[in-house]
C-alpha cells in the first residue's frame, strides 16, 4: 500500500455557544496542531449568507494560517469562480501563494446555490461555461504573465500584467466530485469517502485524454492524484464516537440545506426540485461517512487502511469540525488519529 497523506477539510461553520472571533482562532491553533503532526493539507470551503460558512473569503483565512503553519499546504476547496472577477481571483491567488511561500493548493468549482450566485450578479444557470470561460482565463494566464479576456465570452477588459507572480512554478489545482472535469484540465480530484475503480478510471482516462489541450492547469511532472474527504470521530468507546459523528452529520446536513433557502427569490419551484437533487447525494455520503469514520482508534486504522489498501487514494482529508461538533471533540478526534492512526497508516 503507498504510503498515504492526511489533510483537514473545514467549512468554517458556525458552532452553537461559540463567538466569531474565537472561533475562527479556534481553527487556526487546530491548523497548527495538523502542521505540527504532519498533515499535508487544509482546504477551506466557500459560502455566502449563511453559517455553512463564517469566514467565506478563504484567502483571507489562509492568509493568517501561513504566518503560523510551516510545511502544511493551504487553500480554498473550493474557490467558486462564476461569482469572481477573474482579475481579482489572480491576483488574491499570486498574493497568497508569495504569503505561503508556495505552499498554496487552489481548488476550483461552479457554485451549487443559485442565491449566492445571484448575490455575486452571476446566474446558476451558466456557472457551468462560466466556470470554464474563468478557468481559461486563470491557466492563460499563469502560463503568459498576463491576464486577457481575448478568448473570453463573459468578460471584457484590456490585457493587463500579472504585477504579482505566483510563487511556485506550478500551481497544483483540484476539483471535487467530478473525475471527468478533474482529470480534463489536470486537476487533483477531492472525493467525497473512498473512490470506486469505476470512478478512478475515468479520472485518469480523462486526464491522459485532454493532454496538450488549451486549459490545462498540472505542471510537468504532475499525475493523477485523488484525495477523499471523512466525517472523522475517534473516541476510546465506539459509541460516544458515532454519537459525535452523527452531532457532525446531522448539523452538516441542517446548514447545508439551510443554505438554500435563499433560493426561492431567484429561481421557480420546478427548478428547486432540479437544484435540491444533489443534495440527497450529499446527505447519503455523510451516512456512509459515518459508518467509516467515527470508531476507536483500533477500528479506524483497519477501516482505513481497508480502503487505501487498492492504492487509488493518495490522500485522505478529515472533515474537522464539522457540523454540531464541538471545537474540544475535533481536537480530541484529531489527537487520537495523529497518535494512534496516523503512524499505523503511514509506517512502511
Not at 474527504?229 to 452523527?246: F, K, N, T, Y
Not at 426561492?264 to 447519503?284: N, Y
Amino acid at each position: 500500500m503507498p504510503v498515504p497523506t492526511f489533510g483537514l477539510f473545514d467549512h468554517i461553520e458556525g458552532i452553537p455557544g461559540t463567538p466569531t472571533h474565537r472561533l475562527l482562532k479556534d481553527r487556526l491553533e487546530l491548523f497548527r496542531t495538523a502542521d505540527q503532526a504532519g498533515f499535508a493539507s487544509i482546504h477551506l470551503a466557500e459560502h455566502h449568507g449563511s453559517d455553512l460558512s463564517l469566514a467565506p473569503n478563504q484567502d483571507l483565512v489562509v492568509a493568517a494560517a501561513s504566518q503560523i503553519t510551516s510545511s502544511i499546504r493551504l487553500g480554498p476547496m473550493v474557490k467558486l469562480l462564476p461569482m469572481h472577477h477573474p482579475v481579482q481571483l489572480i491576483e488574491d491567488m499570486c498574493v497568497v501563494d508569495q504569503l505561503t511561500e508556495g505552499r498554496l493548493d487552489y481548488g476550483v468549482g461552479r457554485g451549487a446555490v443559485p442565491a449566492e450566485h445571484a448575490w455575486h450578479g452571476s446566474d446558476h444557470r451558466d456557472a457551468k461555461e462560466r466556470f470554464v470561460d474563468t478557468l481559461g482565463i486563470i491557466a492563460d494566464a499563469l502560463r503568459t504573465g498576463e491576464i486577457s479576456s481575448e478568448q473570453s465570452r463573459y468578460h471584457d477588459f484590456p490585457t493587463m500584467p500579472m504585477s504579482t507572480k505566483p510563487f511556485q512554478e506550478h500551481i497544483p489545482f483540484w476539483y471535487p466530485g467530478n473525475p471527468e472535469t478533474a482529470g480534463r484540465y489536470g486537476m487533483s480530484l477531492m472525493w467525497p469517502g473512498p473512490i470506486s475503480p469505476a470512478a478512478y478510471e475515468l479520472y485518469v482516462e480523462s486526464w491522459e485524454k485532454h493532454k496538450g489541450d488549451r486549459i490545462r492547469l498540472e505542471g510537468p511532472d504532475a499525475r493523477p492524484q485523488v484525495a477523499c474527504s471523512m466525517l472523522l470521530a475517534i473516541a476510546e468507546r465506539e459509541e460516544d464516537a458515532v454519537a459525535v459523528a452523527r452531532r457532525g452529520a446531522d448539523g452538516l446536513g441542517r446548514r447545508t440545506t439551510s443554505a438554500h433557502r435563499f433560493d426561492h427569490t431567484v429561481i421557480s419551484e420546478d427548478e428547486r426540485a432540479e437544484v435540491m437533487a444533489p443534495l440527497g447525494k450529499i446527505l447519503a455520503g455523510l451516512e456512509m461517512s459515518i459508518g467509516l469514520g467515527a470508531g476507536t482508534p483500533a477500528q479506524i486504522a483497519e477501516r482505513f487502511a481497508g480502503f487505501l489498501e487498492p492504492g487509488m487514494v493518495d490522500r485522505v482529508v478529515l472533515m474537522l469540525p464539522t457540523g454540531d461538533m464541538t471545537m474540544d471533540e475535533a481536537r480530541r478526534s484529531l489527537d487520537l488519529f495523529v497518535e494512534h492512526v496516523q503512524p499505523q497508516l503511514q509506517q512502511a
